[in-house]
């Protein structure tokens, strides 16, 4: 895989701290990445030590892997899920397994094991050289395909992995062009709280879209700084995290 870029140091945005954040991020790569055809940004903020927010993206040839999902609960159980998710994916970009098998893969592994509060939700998609995004969307919040001010949400998939042994998962495929862009959150961005409102999906959309950007990073950082801006001096009580990934062609 070629070198990733990382963001300079310190990380200028509002979604880094510098203590409990930092071991959760370990577990993760590093949040912006350009190389081949894709250029990839994202930012994380547990609410606790560790939390149950994650990401993950591989890169294979000519094929681009991206994980993302929310594991119930908070801490360590929840960690511990997600990491788990984050195996099955390295092993699945290897068997050129496509998106819905993966995340059955995900659900019979997680419902194999006796642990309360085991299920997530889950978004894994896979962009190509030849223009495509293979995805399956398991209970996630639906991510924003944005081409210029177009957004199209992205629901196929499923249930939540974990919660149903039988659950049967489906995957579409799109057609994207060079600038197309994805755009997936946890809800504790969609629900992140000011003093009397949630932020909402309405304003995510309105921020992703309202003008131009050239690059994944600061889509990102648009996002993260409005969402920060809304929910300052109000204490959150969930896991926030933002991953952009943008087609170059």
Not at 61 to 87: I, N, R, Y
Not at 198 to 211: N, Q, S, W
Request: proline residues 6%; aromatic residues 8%.
């Amino acid at each position: 895989m070629p070198a990733n870029t990382p963001l300079p140091t310190p990380y200028a945005l509002p979604f880094r701290s510098s203590s409990p954040g930092a071991v959760h991020r370990s577990l993760m790569p590093p949040p912006q990445y350009t190389a081949g055809f894709v250029d990839t940004a994202a930012a994380i903020r547990p609410c606790r030590l560790i939390g149950g927010d994650f990401y993950d993206f591989l890169e294979n040839g000519s094929e681009f892997h991206v994980l993302f999902g929310d594991a119930c609960g908070k801490g360590t159980p929840a960690a511990l899920t997600a990491a788990l998710a984050q195996g099955i994916l390295a092993g699945a970009v290897k068997a050129k397994a496509g998106p819905a098998t993966v995340v059955s893969h995900v659900n019979r592994a997680l419902c194999r094991r006796s642990v309360s509060q085991r299920f997530l939700t889950l978004f894994y998609g896979v962009m190509t050289r030849d223009h495509r995004l293979t995805y399956c969307n398991a209970g996630h919040c639906r991510p924003m395909l944005v081409d210029g001010s177009a957004v199209r949400r992205l629901s196929a998939g499923g249930a939540p992995p974990g919660l149903l042994g039988d659950a049967v998962y489906e995957e579409e495929s799109l057609s994207i062009a060079k600038g197309d862009t994805l755009v997936v959150f946890s809800d504790g961005v969609s629900e992140a709280e000011s003093s009397d409102q949630e932020f909402g999906d309405a304003r995510i959309l309105e921020t992703v879209t309202k003008r131009p950007a050239v690059s994944a990073s600061a889509i990102r950082d648009r996002l993260v700084n409005v969402v920060t801006d809304f929910t300052r001096g109000s204490r959150q009580r969930d896991d926030m995290a933002v991953l952009v990934v943008r087609y170059l062609g």
